[in-house]
């Protein structure tokens, strides 16, 4: 439930405990046994909380349907982000030239027979020399054949995993503005922001 909602609960609840105390106050020390006195006070209560408990009721509704567009919203953007991470994944297992990269740890000698990679290796490994690679894939016009038979130049690869993730990081500072679920931020962050710096860093 919004907070706004509770809020209106609570003043409606403080004004009609206010309004029937008033009531007493001014006009009995107890209950009356009489009929009319119970008429008399139904004709106040109803006069005086029927107009205020409506107005209460209009801002309540248009609370809850502000409400609702707001985590409609968040929906649409939540579909969106999805839709990027769906699109970066589905770079990460295409091959993408990679001739002789330097691994961390072992002999410069030690990849001479590697001539490609799966575009992941060098958006996530920190085992190999993924600066220059990654850069060279942005202008190259090689052609390499992926997993499903189909070929694909470099460049157009580093191009699609550079806008998808763009694109998911745009949503996902969108739905932080909308005030998404902030562990849904955190994991997204976490999960692609090695992946999109380094795409940003050979963009320049």
Not at 42 to 68: M, W
Not at 124 to 132: F, G, K, L, P, Y
């Amino acid at each position: 439930m919004p907070n706004r909602i509770k809020w209106l609960i609570y003043l409606a609840a403080i004004t009609a405990v206010s309004i029937v105390l008033a009531y007493f106050y001014n006009f009995h020390t107890g209950f009356s046994k009489v009929q009319s006195d119970w008429g008399s006070f139904g004709s106040y209560v109803g006069g005086t909380l029927g107009a205020t408990f409506a107005f209460l009721a209009f801002l309540a509704g248009l609370e809850n349907l502000r409400f609702i567009k707001g985590q409609q919203e968040k929906e649409e953007v939540l579909v969106s982000i999805k839709s990027y991470e769906a699109d970066l994944k589905d770079c990460y297992t295409m091959i993408v030239t990679c001739d002789q990269p330097w691994i961390w740890g072992h002999n410069f000698d030690a990849a001479n027979d590697i001539k490609d990679l799966p575009l992941r290796t060098l958006l996530t490994s920190d085992a190999i020399d993924w600066e220059a690679h990654l850069a060279e894939l942005r202008d190259s016009l090689a052609f390499r054949k992926q997993p499903n038979s189909e070929l694909f130049q470099d460049r157009d690869i580093w191009l699609m995993a550079y806008n998808a993730a763009k694109g998911l990081f745009k949503f996902i500072e969108l739905y932080e503005i909308v005030g998404g679920d902030s562990s849904i931020v955190s994991y997204y962050r976490d999960a692609y922001e090695i992946p999109y710096n380094r795409l940003l860093d050979t963009s320049r």
